[in-house]
């Protein structure tokens, strides 16, 4: 698994003494579906079940990290069984998209193999662009960042529409020409 999953945007940021910042940016909001549920089953089988929560822990994490970091996005948090990431500067649209969808296939052609047996995750996507804000708080001898937007909000508001394999993304991402999925007074597209 990843060591250091501190966001370049915030180490940057920090090193150059800038303690807020404001960009352009995508969001996506990955939540692995069967997740929780499994974890849960295997907590009842002892110590086997707590090997077997690693090994689901690895496989199902660190391809979907490396994907993101791969594609020049950064892990911005960590929520049980979803993460968000956040991508900016040059085509960042592109590469979130291009990351939904690498994770997406990923979960639809592997299979999970742990010490308690080969299981199935899928996944629900939601994808956001839009202004991106950030600030480093020092409180004493400690530093804590945070980010906001309304593409944190509504990468997250996106998965709750999504079926499993399902990404969706808001109507921000017009250019990729996608057929808009509505729901209710916000449109979303459906990458399916």
Request: aromatic residues 12%; glycine residues 8%.
């Amino acid at each position: 698994m990843y060591k250091n999953l501190l966001p370049q945007t915030i180490c940057g940021d920090y090193f150059r003494k800038k303690f807020t910042g404001k960009d352009s940016g995508t969001v996506i909001f990955v939540d692995i579906v069967g997740f929780s549920s499994l974890t849960q089953s295997f907590m009842e089988s002892g110590k086997t079940g707590l090997e077997a929560i690693s090994d689901l822990i690895n496989q199902v994490f660190e391809p979907s990290l490396k994907i993101v970091l791969d594609n020049s996005g950064d892990i911005i948090s960590f929520a049980g069984d979803a993460f968000t990431a956040y991508f900016r500067g040059e085509e960042h649209e592109l590469k979130a998209c291009a990351s939904s969808i690498l994770i997406r296939n990923y979960f639809n052609s592997n299979k999970i193999k742990t010490s308690q047996g080969i299981h199935s995750l899928n996944v629900r996507i939601g994808i956001s662009s839009g202004e991106i804000y950030r600030k480093i708080l020092k409180i004493k001898t400690k530093c804590l960042y945070y980010f906001n937007g309304v593409p944190f909000i509504q990468s997250a508001l996106g998965t709750k529409y999504a079926t499993p394999v399902m990404i969706i993304a808001d109507e921000r991402i017009e250019e990729y020409n996608l057929e808009f999925k509505s729901v209710g007074k916000t449109r979303f597209k459906s990458l399916e």
